[in-house]
């Protein structure tokens, strides 16, 4: 049995370590959080289809430095995630719910394991990458509406500034003679970021002209190692207060500053940079040595990555796990539903035995 003595005494240091968290978050004041804040963007998907998103379904970080917060369930979910919104009924979800489970378990003795989860997690990240394949065809025809395969910068960058508002013959004409622009600040800066990631997606010979599969890359960075390498240098440029290319603890919970939209978003969430000092040091940390290199980084970026997907399905698993014998039964994963598909499942218990 535990002391007395021995239950004050973690109580106590929790009561520090709480403490401790608190004063951090004073010391490191930051620019805010805005992901939670932010609408997933599918009602101007028109508008953005042809620029590279902050969000990517299936990694775990997002461009802009920010945790995806829904990774875990975009890698149990696949390409059927955007069949689980909130409006779906709940009965409908259980049995969805269900058919997962049963392709989950493979060896069909009605348990999940970490590796059938695994497995299931390589497959659904291999999902999202057919999806993005798939899209990226109609977005490059976009782009390549003349149909020879290539795709110049100044094209591009027609299309883009188009999207902005801006009068797409003026551009063209304008671009064509070599005249000067006049394009605000902000949107001149995201022209040369858009620029420099253009020069990164596009293979020798650098000719500045993108086919489809180069055009992938740069919309999708996860599709090619050259890419992902390029976006986490990014990241850690705009972490990385001192400039030693590598992030501590404090640099990791604050923001770059660019990313703070409104004042509302400034508000302190907790939660927020608890989980995000926790990802830091049990995850992104891999050596533990409380330094993130830009190694440490690509590693856990990387959405192919088996060890990670492991990791992944070890967290899953135990999140649910209510009897700890580290396997997932039906009822364990239905009664996290919420967890695992964003909706909850009401009644899922007495449904659960009138189905078997
Ligand atoms: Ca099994
Ligand atoms: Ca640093
Ligand atoms: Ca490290
Ligand atoms: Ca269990």
Same mark, same amino acid.
């Given at each position: 049995?535990?002391?007395?003595?021995?239950?004050?005494?973690?109580?106590?240091?929790?009561?520090?370590?709480?403490?401790?968290?608190?004063?951090?978050?004073?010391?490191?004041?930051?620019?805010?959080?805005?992901?939670?804040?932010?609408?997933?963007?599918?009602?101007?998907?028109?508008?953005?289809?042809?620029?590279?998103?902050?969000?990517?379904?299936?990694?775990?970080?997002?461009?802009?430095?920010?945790?995806?917060?829904?990774?875990?369930?975009?890698?149990?979910?696949?390409?059927?995630?955007?069949?689980?919104?909130?409006?779906?009924?709940?009965?409908?979800?259980?049995?969805?719910?269900?058919?997962?489970?049963?392709?989950?378990?493979?060896?069909?003795?009605?348990?999940?394991?970490?590796?059938?989860?695994?497995?299931?997690?390589?497959?659904?990240?291999?999902?999202?990458?057919?999806?993005?394949?798939?899209?990226?065809?109609?977005?490059?025809?976009?782009?390549?509406?003349?149909?020879?395969?290539?795709?110049?910068?100044?094209?591009?960058?027609?299309?883009?500034?188009?999207?902005?508002?801006?009068?797409?013959?003026?551009?063209?004409?304008?671009?064509?003679?070599?005249?000067?622009?006049?394009?605000?600040?902000?949107?001149?800066?995201?022209?040369? @970021?858009?620029?420099?990631?253009?020069?990164?997606?596009?293979?020798?010979?650098? #000719?500045? !002209? %993108?086919?489809? +599969? *180069?055009? $992938?890359?740069?919309?999708?960075?996860?599709?090619?190692?050259?890419?992902?390498?390029?976006?986490?240098?990014?990241?850690?440029?705009?972490?990385?207060?001192?400039?030693?290319?590598?992030?501590?603890?404090?640099?990791?919970?604050?923001?770059?500053?660019?990313?703070?939209?409104?004042?509302?978003?400034?508000?302190?969430?907790?939660?927020?940079?608890?989980?995000?000092?926790?990802?830091?040091?049990?995850?992104?940390?891999?050596?533990?040595?409380?330094?993130?290199?830009?190694?440490?980084?690509?590693?856990?970026?990387?959405?192919?990555?088996?060890?990670?997907?492991? @990791?992944?399905?070890?967290?899953?698993?135990?999140?649910?796990?209510?009897?700890? #014998?580290? !396997? %997932?039964?039906? +009822? *364990?994963? $239905?009664?996290?539903?919420?967890?695992?598909?964003?909706?909850?499942?009401?009644?899922?218990?007495?449904?659960?035995?009138?189905?078997?």
């Amino acid at each position: 049995m535990v002391s007395k003595q021995a239950f004050l005494f973690s109580l106590g240091s929790l009561y520090l370590s709480l403490l401790f968290v608190f004063l951090l978050m004073d010391v490191y004041a930051r620019p805010a959080n805005n992901s939670a804040l932010k609408e997933k963007s599918v009602d101007n998907k028109d508008e953005n289809e042809i620029l590279p998103q902050d969000h990517i379904n299936g990694m775990k970080m997002e461009m802009d430095g920010h945790l995806n917060k829904d990774f875990h369930q975009e890698v149990f979910l696949g390409k059927a995630i955007e069949e689980f919104d909130e409006d779906s009924e709940p009965k409908k979800n259980r049995k969805k719910l269900v058919t997962i489970f049963s392709k989950v378990d493979r060896n069909k003795d009605n348990q999940i394991s970490a590796q059938e989860m695994q497995r299931w997690i390589m497959e659904k990240t291999e999902e999202h990458f057919q999806e993005a394949v798939k899209e990226n065809k109609l977005h490059f025809r976009a782009v390549d509406p003349d149909n020879d395969g290539h795709v110049s910068w100044d094209e591009y960058k027609i299309r883009f500034l188009a999207s902005k508002g801006f009068n797409e013959k003026e551009v063209a004409e304008k671009v064509k003679n070599n005249e000067e622009l006049k394009i605000d600040e902000e949107t001149q800066e995201l022209i040369d @970021n858009l620029k420099d990631r253009w020069f990164q997606a596009d293979n020798p010979p650098t #000719d500045l !002209l %993108l086919n489809e +599969e *180069e055009f $992938l890359s740069f919309l999708h960075p996860e599709h090619s190692k050259a890419m992902l390498t390029f976006m986490v240098k990014e990241i850690v440029r705009d972490l990385d207060q001192d400039g030693d290319k590598k992030l501590t603890l404090s640099e990791f919970i604050s923001l770059p500053v660019g990313t703070v939209e409104n004042k509302q978003a400034q508000d302190i969430d907790d939660e927020w940079v608890l989980d995000r000092k926790k990802e830091f040091e049990e995850v992104i940390d891999a050596n533990h040595d409380g330094i993130v290199t830009m190694e440490e980084l690509e590693e856990y970026m990387d959405p192919m990555n088996e060890y990670n997907a492991l @990791n992944e399905a070890k967290q899953m698993i135990a999140v649910a796990d209510e009897n700890q #014998d580290h !396997l %997932l039964c039906l +009822e *364990e994963i $239905l009664k996290y539903s919420e967890y695992f598909t964003g909706s909850k499942l009401m009644d899922y218990a007495r449904n659960v035995h009138e189905e078997f």
